[in-house]
């Protein structure tokens, strides 16, 4: 096998293990650049007294719990229990406050 080659197949084979990593580690930061996880508007009860979240539970628009929560997630009102979180998969991208949402918990 000659050098080109060589390099070829190093190249192509960190091209793949790059892939695969985006798509299975799960992260604020690949989750923002996976074209894959499409980008979605859920709604939280977070805690009253602070503005750091940790292990939000989500919810969609119709109410329905979602397998999944967000690991972190930064608010900037301490005295508001009730959010609209846009986000894309971990990656939290907008956060507004809502009136009470009878569907969450």
Known sequence: MTRTKKMLVV???????????????????????????NEETSYARVPLKTQTYQDVKIYSKTGQKLSYTLKHVKGYD?????????????????????????FVE
């Open 11 to 37: 190249v192509g084979a960190l091209i793949v293990m790059g892939a695969v990593a985006l798509l299975s580690v799960h992260n604020e930061w690949t989750d923002r650049i996976n074209p894959f996880i």
């Open 78 to 102: 301490a005295t508001q229990q009730y959010a609209a979180i846009q986000h894309k998969g971990q990656y939290v991208k907008h956060l507004s406050y809502v009136a009470k949402a009878p």
